[in-house]
């Protein structure tokens, strides 16, 4: 069975619509994101784009700031500091990557953890580790979501995760395994030093691969009827498409979906639960706060 | 291989021995830790002596502050504030269990994480998993230097952690996982939800118990020359002993240890490293603020 990103994301997009209707008919502001871009990525812009563009869809207040790409990282940090002081904003993100001038590092901590809805601050990734209260980052988020709302069993499943990065190997390890919906799996995290990677891979009965690279995960690798998440999207030359590449994900959908119970496809099935869970975190930082 | 963490504890407390009476020799004050303990507990009385008493012993500057246990949770926190502004202190635990009438939670997220040298503070504990500088749980951080001391290979080795505690479980889980020494192993994290857990244990490389169940792993449950760290202290009635109980570790040492190619005791295992990496993060508190 496919597990539809984008018609879940879109059943999503249709609550928080609900819900901001709600609160508007009530006399209340509606949830409001920002989003700073530095720079002209091309990349970046599309994904800045498509956030805004969302956020109007739903009925959010959004603002786009954007920036030269030679703001001075001091520049860049007033402009955080102004933000957290907006009381008329919720939320904000900060575009990645920045230039190579300014410490990425040094303004993601200079965002106000309570308007973090990217979740990349140290203080909400602790909240989330030790179970209290905290945004999750939005694609962590888009995988438990997903598997919740297909109803997957996860608990005491054995789950490995394929890859340890900080935004979405490592986060979804830990919820994986923590307690509540689409938890109490038994994680295991591979990475680049793990050894007789298909030896885990055959036993495991969900497979997340986040490893960025195209089609890694063959048929032969699984066993049947595995849950297979999909976070891969490695943009590989086509010359007879018209944008000159197509996006792959991780996994060799055409094999692997034969055999496996539930799978996600690329595009279409976590990449589009990102934007919608960034929208949920948004709405969450304007009820909580 | 008996992995001594009573005698690796001893040479950690040496080298900062050394550390501390130079600082004192070039005139710079001390590091400074406070102990806060509410209420009369016997065994919480216990275990803050101790960590007292091995700050005199390696030339800290301890202050044990003693509360009546019925303090409310208002009074509580204004000496909490009290030793986040204290700028002569470097670093200050609250002694748990509270009495049940305060908010653990609540007066956890009030530590100054500076000062937070149990690392107990969801801001240090994401500060750890995102692999900034933080300050490390004492059990974890233990485990961690004795497999590094005792030059225990970790790299591509499998890990199975049992038990998910915030306080051992999970943040070991995280650190083995992890680029660095005594790193890079592929980890699994297995709970009270996991299935056929043996079939786990029996193919791992680095067994870590922190279940809190006496002598739950058995020989037939570990592969020939396994790695096994015992976090277990359980008190189990013994009518021969003075005291009227001994403990017990979660791996039964008699016969594991003959399989093992390293193993730790219970006692004299990984609980005498917890007060050395506490003493060794206020240090590093006093280095770092």
Known sequence: MVLDGKKTSNEIKEEIKITVASMKSRGQRPPHLAAVLVGNDGASL??????VRSCEYVGFD????????????????????????DDNLDGYIVQLPLPKHINEEKILLAIDPKKDVDGFH????????????????ATPFGIMQ??????????????????????VGRPISILMSQKGISGNATVTLAHSHTKNLEDLTRTADIII????????????MIKEGAVIIDVGITRVQDNNNAK?????????????SKKASFITPVPGGVG?????????????????N
Not at 277 to 282: C, E, I, R, S
């Open 62 to 85: 959004s603002t786009l700031i954007r920036l030269e790409s030679n703001i001075t990282e001091d520049d860049l940090l007033q402009h955080i500091r102004g933000l957290n002081e």
């Open 146 to 167: 997903l598997l919740e709302r297909y109803n997957v069993p996860t608990k005491g499943k054995h789950c490995v995760v394929v890859g340890r990065s900080h935004i």
């Open 272 to 288: 589009p639960m990102t934007i919608a869970m960034l929208l949920k975190n948004t709405l969450l930082a304007r009820e909580w």
């Open 209 to 220: 691969m986040a490893l960025g690279m195209p089609e890694f995960l063959k048929a032969n």
């Open 122 to 137: 140290p203080a909400n990734f602790g909240r989330m580790t030790l179970e209290l209260k905290a945004f999750i980052p």
């Open 46 to 51: 599309t994904y800045v784009g498509s956030k």
């Open 244 to 256: 000159g590449y197509i996006i792959k994900g991780d996994v060799s959908y055409e094999e692997v």
